[in-house]
């Protein structure tokens, strides 16, 4: 994604790599971390497969590094979001609170579809698309009440 252009009009693109997987206490710690020199180059590596996947002529040394920051993520145990009605204390869905969690940046690339799938659940659609209802299920409410029987949550 293009950030800005700087002062000659070189497009200055936002990407990420993420390599810390600790709880966090303090986000003002977070944002304040300089990015390590691993983080930098993968980042630069990976932009560049992806640009020559585009077909565009560029390698990670055709790309600088202008300035950097830690960002943060909320993940699921197993990496993969949620988007589900929230569990009710008897067990059932409330449907008028849909929590949309757990993305990584990976995750984050699918928000569009777990936006639409939030609108299904909190107007109930039940849809017949089998491929809908195959990703509602595994984002959705069974995995929520699967993954809190596991951790005796509720």
Known sequence: MIEYYDEAQVPVLK???????????????VWGQTLSPEEIAWSRGHTADYLQLLN???TAE????AGGYSCVYSLTEAEVPLVTPIVQEDGTP???????G??????????????KIAASWMYLQTGKNPID???KDT???KRLKKDLDQLNLR
């Open 15 to 29: 990407i990420g790599g993420h390599f810390q997987r600790t709880p966090i206490t303090d986000l003002d710690t």
């Open 56 to 58: 565009l002529p560029l």
């Open 62 to 65: 055709n790309l600088s590094f």
């Open 94 to 100: 409330n449907t008028r609170f849909i929590v949309l």
């Open 102 to 115: 757990g993305m990584s940046g990976v995750g984050a690339k699918g928000a569009m579809a777990y936006g």
């Open 133 to 135: 209802q195959r990703v």
């Open 139 to 141: 984002l959705g409410f």
